[in-house]
């Protein structure tokens, strides 16, 4: 297994370009997390799925989208990107919202810069 | 406002040197309370969960405790290989969703 792979693992965007970074894991989890990692502070949520074709939002969604076609994959689309989205990204899955079965497994990141 | 607090920011230890790492959490209700470890350039990666107060989990020079306010991750005689920041997360009732603290970047010193 494979586990959560996201790619790329480091990307420089200019100011309103946009981009879509890709996540995809192969255990069968129907529960689905992005994340971003900013210096000195926590994990903030941006978005998450409980499954194929359904999607929230978390602490930030403001200026990602995110869609969930398929149990593997969940792509985080930035639309216009700004400094303020410098940041470092991860994916995450769970195989069940069941508290007593539930862990988080991580992706490796990827590194945005928007300059 | 579900928060959860994790000190000191930092710790530098010497190889052998025991001590513990806090965690404390204000959550209308707690649905699990996670460890990871993080390495440079890395995902966190699972240790351990918690769900009610009184347990207890162990790994290897790790052991983690819960009480009704906070959690503790005990580091018994630490090797430079422990060396990673060490991050706490909350499961909130009701939802899917985790609130992380920001971490203790742990040193240990050969």
Known sequence: NAGVTQTPKFRILKIGQSMTLQCTQDMNHNYMYWYRQDPGMGLKLIYYSVGAGITDKGEVPNGYNVSRSTTEDFPLRLELAAPSQTSVYFCASSLTGTARREKLFFGSGTQLSVL | ???????????????????????????????????????????????????????????ERLKATLTKKESFLHITAPKPEDSATYLCAVGTPGTYKYIFGTGTRLKVLA
């Open chain 2, 1 to 59: 406002e579900d928060q959860v607090t994790q000190s000191p920011e930092a710790l530098r230890l010497q190889e052998g040197e025991s001590s513990s790492l806090n965690c404390s959490y204000t959550v209308s209700g707690l649905r699990g309370l996670f460890w990871y470890r993080q390495d440079p350039g890395k995902g966190p990666e699972f240790l351990f969960t918690l769900y009610s107060a009184g347990e207890e989990k162990e790994k």
